[in-house]
């Protein structure tokens, strides 16, 4: 076609298509003007009641903004149908497609989806806000199982195996449940489950049949949804060219018409064009500025079609990588070539672990090497396709250049008129691209990747593929050829270590080669300046090569040590790939929940569905980002400081918006204050002097959140440092400057025994260990938000997500110098809090509120991922010193510890520090201990509580002091524990009142039952064992106990029965997603059974907890410290109380005359004759009963791997101590999601600042907390229902926070298994003794864990091996 006639066809297209056509859940959408960046989360969140789709991360990182997008091929006459992010997604680019969102399975209107029911019945919603995702996740992997040629599954199920339903929410982060009851519902549909296999349920009981369990789940029919609705297929037209103001959409439909377009442009220099496929580069790149044109290039043919021709595959530059995985997998089993297919099949499975499968189905290939080409993106494509000789097509202009992969990546980078076409990737025989083709030759080929999360989802710090040929020769195999090529370690992009290929290439495989070799990719894999852990990068360099080679060196007799043979091909032993990669049936095996209802209290003790479940799952639920804007609503973003200390002389705003808000704008009379309790306030905006680095310095205010956000991003703070001291941002600078907040003289910190005397009885004595701790961000999936409307006279109403909505309108009545009557906070369901929505969640509905007050107008804000991440502030960071006596059978006798603790600029909640602290250390019998603490004033962002604060720092301090001691000792950690267990008189000693009466102190029973439990003497064994025989993965092993002290609070309660006999409650607490509202309900309705009349046993349907709101239920309180479930069910227990002796006698009068009474019958005679149905309470804990002391242990069991430091937890083992819970299945979602935090604070979660204490892990990229990849492959719980707490809230304990505690086990046994590599390495050294002296800090991560086991520790084997061997 000629150019002109090109241009024509274009122009009638955009006069003909200009509406934009799809279906959100059935529902028709047309619309004609479309603002082209505006992404489909933003439209269906904003323009649609589908507000199930959540923003979690605003990144492809989390998952909870999943959506199922359905295609029809009008060709194939079918339906395709994948999940993508819909934060990545363009409207503009659905154009004919349907989106099914969770509402769309169903609703509690039109009954719900079997998904939604099974979340509710597995117990796996708790705050809701990541369930809607993980529904579609589920979903949409269903429906692709569906249409499988697998044999039809039993009736009830689906054709997705166990292993695939798992994986569907691999992408989809939980703060809350910790997975394992996820996986339940997503392996209930698998036809090869095994039932036994999934855990507690509302179903059907323990030990129930298989076949009588099936027909109690409910029914999933794989028909039940539609998809692609039908008007659909008549209605849309593909090429879209849509206009907006000053920017437009295109949708070339071929190459020539895509070429026209790039040329017709490329006179216009300053015109912002955007080639856009899946559009999830900006998950990483992020954008603030947008595009004049945006060229769709997704329906050009020629880019988006999957090409054999001859000896290559042609992939065009569209295809996703999803569609190339399934391509390479379907390639490698048609074809006859089984060096190719294996390049291929291998080539798929490192593709898989790219992102998540919402990221995959979107992301193009095309896309991908892009951005590593232009911006240096650490690719896993671009590495895998250089190992294997790939080329590609670029287009410019009219011209086009078929480049290796190798020059096109060295090239300049591609202007955005340039096009990449394809890419083509030999179809690798021995014979072909420089391999030779001797018949004996061998191809081998092998990809890696270490990231933290094993299954995707995660950056690699360094990403591999090594491509050789080799020949056996009776001296040994012969390098041909070989191709090394190494990525994302901190490069500029993906190259081969040609050096080290140099060096192998003719030369015959042997241990000292294999030396060198290793030695000069260590020099040769160096990271650039800047890029974190450089040292660990190169190191797995080294691994990986190792690993390739290894077996193919001819070690001769290789029974080294005593070890296996290690010269065997894919031997486990010196294989990187951990459980994950060797193909196992499930990701979690299969794990046990022990626990017994008691049917006392009943429905108090049954493990009832968390209230409300249901429609988290279908995404009904009511978060405050989803209530509709009211008319007129303005979006506030935060402008925060990224100076520690410096005057702010101005800010200024690069995007005209509505308006800005800073301390100047508080009206006269008010307080510039922020969070506050007791102490003194931060303030709300920084006063002319920021004092750290994410300070809040003024609020943007603007039509939209997005406008908010990149007004805020964008504005440029003017900052003067003259005359000012330094800022404080180290305990040393603290210190020396005498910074510190003050403790309160009313918290008790006084010394147990005489620590001199417990030196002096001493046989030895550690002087002066360190501990140090960084901080931990909470992670609520739903970041802090709020909304303030303004009210009639001088009033304001806020809907905010805190904890503490007293303390919220206390704050704003004194910001806007109003009354507290004047302010009305309400709090519905908080999306997840931890502690980050208490004290911090203060100054974010304090700023609406402000705002609203300055411009008369409502304003909301929804602070997004990265703002919170930074201002958050988060777990307290700590230094500890530590001085220790103890006897030589490990019996301590004295503890002395000095801590610093960084509170940051305000004291916020720091000043209690130092009491919850020693509740936990004092968890076993140091004979005597004293303490000195420090709460460090300095210019970092104000730390808060957060879930166990100072407690998980302290039961982590004991269990090192303890380790510390068997190390020196050389004795068995576990009897070190045991011998300085408490007993009961030195319980009462250390704690006082709060030990309760012998019965309660239970631990010494748990302890035992553990050891059983959890078979630990046959495991310590075969832990033993498996080390003996394992070179490269060694085992550890840890049980440790806990105890937690808390304390009740006094809370207000409210119960009121309506003229038809529904029951309203009010509390105190905040439903966080920990169950306050299920057990409150189950506690109304117990109580209210003790009228005793007809149907009092079906209460519990009839009750409904509302929402907190402050004018309505005074002295609210917090919601923190695990204890407020059980307050507010006291208070409860109060007001039903009340209400039960009001009917009790107006029940037995109607009885006498008429018999039987139902409850509705008497609570309309009640209200006939004017009975108050309605009572308030304030429950007040008496004073020697309100603190007690939560016991648990845990064993856990890991495995290290010594070539990248992963660690697998494989095994935990839990029992807690939860009274006589109010309800275990709330008990256990508790137990589980607090101990996968707490993995995640001692493992994964490194919240890094720079040096100024600018929050730098301030993404989903950065940040990792663990998936479902990275929890224990077993998790057994046991919850230890006993009713010796008769002073307890029937007899029930807490659950919230003491079980985070219990994952330092999983860093203990990491040490253990450390110990272990140390101690080989040790031995290779020629070293003698043992090496066990050494600390791991929290949180261990990769690089932390690889650098004690060795970061040259192949270096050191084959070193000693060579000696062995006499070469050396
Ligand atoms: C959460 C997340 C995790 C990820 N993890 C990984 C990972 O572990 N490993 C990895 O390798 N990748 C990873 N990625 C990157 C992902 O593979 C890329 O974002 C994706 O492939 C880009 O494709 P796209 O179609 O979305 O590109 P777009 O976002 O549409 O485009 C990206 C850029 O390339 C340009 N462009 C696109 N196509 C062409 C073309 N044909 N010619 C010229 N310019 C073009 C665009 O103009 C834009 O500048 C991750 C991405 C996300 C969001
Ligand atoms: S919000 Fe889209 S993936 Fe997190
Ligand atoms: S239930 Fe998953 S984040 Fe709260």
Wanted: glycine share 6%.
């Amino acid at each position: 076609m000629a150019m002109d006639d090109t241009h024509a066809t274009i122009t009638e297209a955009m006069e003909e298509n200009q509406r934009l056509v799809f279906a959100a859940n059935g529902e028709r959408f047309e619309l004609s003007s479309v603002d082209p960046s505006i992404t489909l989360l933003q439209f269906l969140r904003s323009h649609t009641r589908f507000k199930s789709v959540k923003l979690g991360c605003g990144e492809g990182g989390c998952g909870a903004c999943n959506v199922l997008l359905s295609k029809f091929d009008s060709k194939l006459e079918q339906v395709e149908d994948y999940t993508v992010s819909s934060c990545l997604t363009l409207l503009c680019s659905v154009n004919g497609c349907s989106i099914t969102t969770t509402e769309g399975l169903g609703n509690s209107k039109d009954g719900f989806h079997s998904i939604h029911q099974r979340f509710a019945g597995f117990h796996a919603s708790q705050c809701g806000f990541c369930t809607p995702g993980m529904c579609v996740s589920l979903f949409s992997s269903l429906v692709n199982a569906e249409k499988t040629a697998r044999p039809e599954p039993p009736l009830g199920f689906s054709k997705i195996t166990a292993l695939e339903a798992e994986k569907s929410i691999s992408g989809n982060l939980c703060r809350c449940t910790g997975f394992r009851p996820i996986a339940d519902v997503c392996k209930s549909f698998a036809s090869d489950v095994d039932m036994e296999d999934l855990g507690l349920n509302s179903f059907w009981k323990k030990g129930e049949p298989a076949d009588s369990k099936l027909q109690k789940l409910p029914f999933y029919d794989p028909k039940q949804i539609c998809t692609y609705p039908e008007f659909l297929k008549k209605d849309y037209k593909s090429p879209l060219h849509l206009k907006y103001h000053t920017s437009s959409w295109h949708t070339p439909l071929s190459i020539e018409e895509l070429k026209s377009m790039l040329i017709s442009i490329s006179a216009e220099k300053y015109m912002r064009v955007k080639l856009v496929v899946g559009n999830t580069g900006v998950g990483y790149y992020k954008e603030v500025e947008d595009y004049d044109k945006y060229i769709d290039l997704r329906f050009v043919p020629e880019l988006s079609t999957i090409k054999r021709t001859g000896s290559q595959i042609e992939v065009g530059a569209t295809v996703s990588i999803s569609k190339l995985i399934f391509a390479l997998k379907v390639q490698s089993n048609v074809d006859s070539c089984p060096d190719g297919d294996m390049v291929f099949h291998k080539i798929a499975s490192h593709l898989e672990k790219i992102a998540s499968k919402s990221v995959q189905n979107a992301a193009s290939v095309g896309g991908n090497l892009v951005m590593a080409q232009r911006l240096g993106f650490p690719s896993d494509i671009a590495t895998v396709l250089l190992a294997v000789k790939s080329k590609v097509t670029i287009m410019t202009g009219l011209e086009k250049e078929v480049l290796t992969l190798e020059d096109f990546l060295a090239q300049p980078a591609l202007d955005s008129r340039s096009l990449l076409l394809n890419v083509h990737i030999p179809f690798l025989k021995s014979t072909k691209d420089g391999f030779s083709d001797e018949s004996d030759t061998k191809l081998i080929f092998e990809t890696y990747r270490a990231s933290p999360r094993p299954l995707g989802n995660a950056l690699a710090y360094l990403n591999a593929a090594f491509l050789a040929e080799v020949s056996p020769r009776e001296s040994g195999n012969v390098i041909n050829n070989i191709r090394l090529a190494f990525g994302a370690f901190g490069t500029k992009h993906a190259t081969r270590a040609s050096k080290v290929e140099n060096y192998l290439v003719g030369k015959t495989l042997s241990v000292g080669l294999l030396y060198e070799a290793v030695k000069l990719i260590r020099a040769t894999v160096q990271p650039q300046d800047g890029t974190s852990h450089p040292a660990y990068r190169s190191s797995l360099a080294a691994s990986f090569l190792f690993e390739f080679l290894l077996p193919l060196v001819h070690l001769g007799t290789s029974k080294i040590d005593g070890c296996i043979d290690i010269s065997t091909t894919n031997s486990p032993e010196i294989s990187s790939r951990m459980t994950f990669d060797n193909g196992e049936r499930t990701l979690l095996s299969s794990s046990k929940q022990m626990l017994e209802s008691s049917h006392e209290h009943y429905p108090v003790g049954e493990p009832v569905i968390k209230s409300g479940a249901a429609i988290q799952a279908s995404g009904e639920a009511v978060f405050v980002d989803d209530i509709p804007s009211p008319m007129n609503c303005l979006h506030g973003a935060f402008i925060y400081s990224t100076n520690p200390l410096a005057r702010v002389n101005g800010v200024e705003l690069k995007k005209d918006i509505h308006g800005v808000v800073s301390f100047r704008d508080i009206p006269k009379g008010g307080e510039n204050i922020g969070p506050t309790i007791i102490f003194d306030p931060e303030p709300l905006f920084a006063n002319e002097l920021t004092e750290c680095a994410g300070q809040r310095i003024a609020f943007a205010v603007a039509d939209t959140q997005k406008n908010a956000d990149i007004a805020a991003d964008t504005a440029v703070v003017d900052y003067d440092t003259r005359d000012l001291e330094p800022p404080i941002l180290t305990f040393e600078q603290a210190i020396e400057k005498s910074s510190f907040f003050e403790i309160p003289p009313f918290i008790d910190l006084s010394p147990i025994g005489d620590f001199s005397k417990g030196m002096a009885e001493a046989d030895h004595q550690i002087h002066s260990a360190e501990i140090k701790f960084g901080s931990q961000y909470y992670f609520y999936m739903e970041t802090q938000t709020a909304l303030a409307v303004p009210d009639e006279d001088n009033c304001m109403v806020v809907y905010s997500s805190t904890q503490i909505p007293e303390f919220t309108q206390s704050v704003i009545a004194r910001c806007l110098d109003i009354p507290e009557h004047n302010v009305r906070v309400i709090t519905r369901r908080v999306g997840g809090g931890f502690g980050g929505k208490a004290f911090k969640a203060m100054s974010v509905a304090t700023a609406c509120a402000l705002a609203a007050y300055k411009y008369g107008r409502p304003v909301r804000t929804y602070v997004n991922r990265k703002a919170d991440m930074i201002m958050a502030g988060g777990r307290h960071p700590m230094k500890i010193n530590y001085t220790v006596g103890f006897k030589s059978d490990g019996k301590i006798t004295a503890l002395h510890l000095d801590i610093l603790i960084n509170a940051g600029m305000s004291p916020d909640i720091s000043p209690f520090l130092p009491m919850n602290m020693v509740g936990a250390l004092k968890k076993y019998n140091w004979g005597a201990l004293s303490f000195n603490f420090k709460i460090c004033k300095t210019n970092h962002s104000s730390k808060s509580a957060m879930r166990a604060p100072g407690e998980v720092q302290a039961s982590f301090i004991a269990e090192a002091v303890i380790e510390h001691v068997a190390s020196v000792l050389s004795i068995d950690v576990g009897s070190v524990r045991e011998t300085n267990f408490h007993t009961f008189d030195s319980l009462r000693l250390f704690y006082g009142d709060a030990a309760g009466d012998p019965l309660e102190y239970t631990l010494p029973t748990i302890w035992n039952n553990l050891m059983t439990s959890s078979n630990f003497n046959d495991r310590v064994e075969m832990v033993k064992k498996f080390n003996q025989c394992n070179k490269w993965r060694k085992k550890g092993l840890s049980r440790l106990p806990i105890l937690h002290e808390v304390s009740l609070r006094s809370t207000p309660g409210k119960v009121s029965i309506l003229r038809d006999g529904s029951i309203v409650v009010e509390v105190g607490g905040i439903e966080l997603g920990q169950g306050l509202w299920t057990k409150v309900k189950q506690m109304t309705a117990y109580c209210l059974r003790a009228i005793q009349c007809d149907g009092a046993d079906a209460l519990l349907d009839k009750v409904r907890v509302i929402q907190a709101d402050t004018l309505s239920m005074v002295q609210g309180g917090f919601t923190s410290g695990s204890t407020t479930s059980e307050s507010s069910c006291e208070a409860v227990k109060l007001c039903c109380n009340v209400l039960v002796e009001r009917l009790v006698a107006l029940k037995e009068r109607l009885e006498a005359q008429m018999g039987l009474v139902t409850w509705d019958f008497l609570i309309q005679q009640a209200n006939m004759q004017s009975v108050n149905l309605s009572a308030s309470s304030f429950f007040v804990p008496e004073f020697t009963s309100m603190r007690y002391i939560n016991y648990g242990a845990a064993v856990s069991e890991v495995e290290v791997n010594l070539l990248t430091g992963e660690t697998k937890i494989l095994q935990a083992d839990i029992i807690y101590d939860c009274g006589q819970s109010l309800n275990p299945a709330v008990d256990l979602g508790q137990i589980e999601g607090a101990f996968v935090q707490g993995i995640g604070f001692f493992m994964l979660e490194e919240y890094l600042t720079n040096s100024d204490g600018l929050v730098i892990a301030d993404s989903t990229w950065t940040y990792k907390i663990p998936t479902i990849d990275t929890i224990p492959k077993q998790l057994n719980v046991q919850i230890l229902n006993n009713a010796h707490h008769k002073k307890r809230v029937l007899s029930s304990k807490a659950s919230g926070e003491p079980p985070l505690l219990l994952a330092a086990s999983v860093h203990c046994a990491t040490r253990a298994a450390i110990k272990e590599a140390r101690n080989q390495l040790h031995s290779w050294k020629k070293l003698d003794g043992y090496d066990s002296m050494f600390q791991l800090d929290v949180p261990a991560t990769m690089p932390v864990v690889k650098t004690l086991c060795g970061l040259e520790n192949i270096d050191f084997y084959l070193q000693s091996l060579l000696s062995s061997s006499g070469k050396r």
